[in-house]
C-alpha cells in the first residue's frame, strides 16, 4: 500500500507558479542555502506527479545523488515528491538528480560535466585527436529468464567509425576530431532564444513536448535541441535535429543539438549545454560563447530520437566509456 507524501500540514501543497520562479541567470546567485534548496524543489514540482516513478530510497540518494539524510528531510519539508511504504519514503530518480544538479552536489553526473567542458576544450584545439569509445549494452531487466538478447539498431551498425565486436554487446567507436568543426558560429540572436530556459533533466513523456517548455521553462537538451531547431528554422536557416553521442572523456553520453547549414557544411550547435557549462564556470562564456558550434565533440547518428540497441524490444542502456588520443604530431 502506498500513499503520497503532503505537507506537514497533512494538506496537498500547491502547484508552483512559472511566473514567480528565478530566472535560470540569478536562481542560483541569490539568496541563502534554504533559498536556493526551495527554488529546486519549486522547479522539480512543476513536472506534474503523473510522471513519477518513486523507487529510490534514502540510501540509494545519498549513493547515486550524494544527498544524505539531513538533506533529504530538508526536502521533504520542503515538498519534495515522495511516497511512503512500510515508513520508507522513496523518491523519482529524475527528481533526485535534479536537485543535486539545482545544489551542485558532486556526484557521478555534475563530475562528469568537468569532461564535458575538458574535452570541448581539448578537441578544439590546434591539433587533431581521435575519440575512442567502447560502446557497451547493458540488461534494462536483470534477473529475468532466459539469455539476454541484444539487437544493434542500423543506424549505430552504419555509423561511420563503429566497429561492432562478436560480443553483442560490445562494439568501438573511433571519430576523429579537428579544431575547424568548432569554427562555426550561430546567429548569436538565435542562440539567445535559449538562454531564458532552465536546464532541468525530464521524464521520457516530457523531452519532446515543446508545450511543457512553454508553460515552465524548462527544458533537457531533447527538447531544447527540438526548440531551437524548429526556431531556427523560422527565422529562415536551414536547421535540423542532430542525435548520437557527444564524446568526452572518460565517459561520453547519448546527446541531442541543432545543426545548421552554414557554407555547404553542417555545424553542430548546443547553447543550452554551453549555457549550463558557462554557469558552472567550467568553460569561459568569453571563449565559449552559447552560439559557438561544439562539433568537435559530436558523432551524429539520425536526424530523429532513436533508440541505438534493444533487449528484447525495449531500449538498452550503454555506457561509453571513452580514451582521448592525441594526433601524431609526426
Not at 542560483?28 to 536556493?36: E, I, K, N, V
Amino acid at each position: 500500500m502506498t500513499r503520497p507524501r503532503t505537507a506537514r500540514a497533512d494538506r496537498p501543497l500547491p502547484a508552483p507558479d512559472p511566473a514567480a520562479l528565478p530566472s535560470p541567470a540569478t536562481a542560483t546567485a541569490t539568496g541563502g542555502p534554504a533559498d536556493r534548496l526551495a527554488e529546486a524543489v519549486a522547479r522539480v514540482r512543476l513536472v506534474p506527479d503523473r510522471y513519477r516513478e518513486f523507487r529510490q530510497d534514502g540510501r540509494q540518494a545519498a549513493r547515486e545523488h550524494g544527498i544524505g539524510p539531513d538533506l533529504i528531510e530538508e526536502l521533504g519539508e520542503a515538498g519534495l515528491p515522495s511516497q511512503i511504504r512500510y515508513g520508507v519514503d522513496y523518491f523519482d530518480r529524475v527528481d533526485l538528480a535534479n536537485i543535486a544538479l539545482a545544489l551542485r552536489l558532486p556526484n557521478a553526473r555534475t563530475l562528469a560535466m568537468r569532461g564535458w567542458a575538458k574535452s570541448l576544450r581539448t578537441a578544439s584545439g590546434a591539433a587533431a585527436g581521435t575519440f575512442e569509445v567502447e560502446v557497451r549494452a547493458h540488461c534494462p531487466q536483470p534477473g529475468h529468464p532466459g539469455e539476454c538478447e541484444y539487437t544493434r539498431s542500423e543506424a549505430l551498425r552504419f555509423l561511420d567509425g563503429y566497429t561492432p565486436a562478436a560480443v553483442p554487446t560490445l562494439g568501438q567507436l573511433r571519430h576523429r576530431a579537428t579544431a575547424t568543426e568548432s569554427t562555426g558560429r550561430l546567429p548569436e540572436a538565435v542562440a539567445g532564444l535559449l538562454r531564458p530556459l532552465h536546464f532541468q533533466l525530464l521524464p521520457e513523456p516530457l523531452r519532446a513536448d515543446l508545450g511543457f517548455l512553454a508553460e515552465t521553462g524548462l527544458a533537457d537538451c531533447d527538447l531544447a535541441a527540438l526548440y531551437l531547431t524548429r526556431e531556427a528554422g523560422r527565422l529562415g536557416l536551414a536547421a535540423r535535429y542532430g542525435f548520437g553521442f557527444f564524446l568526452a572523456a572518460p565517459y561520453s553520453i547519448i546527446h541531442a543539438w541543432t545543426e545548421v547549414l552554414d557554407g555547404g557544411e553542417w555545424h553542430a550547435f548546443d547553447p543550452h549545454l554551453l549555457n549550463l557549462l558557462g554557469d558552472w564556470s567550467l568553460l569561459d562564456p568569453k571563449e565559449w560563447p552559447s552560439h559557438r558550434s561544439i562539433g568537435s565533440c559530436t558523432a551524429r547518428v539520425s536526424n530523429h530520437h532513436l533508440w541505438l540497441t534493444t533487449h528484447h524490444g525495449a531500449c538498452a542502456p550503454l555506457s561509453l566509456a571513452t580514451h582521448w588520443a592525441e594526433a601524431d604530431a609526426s
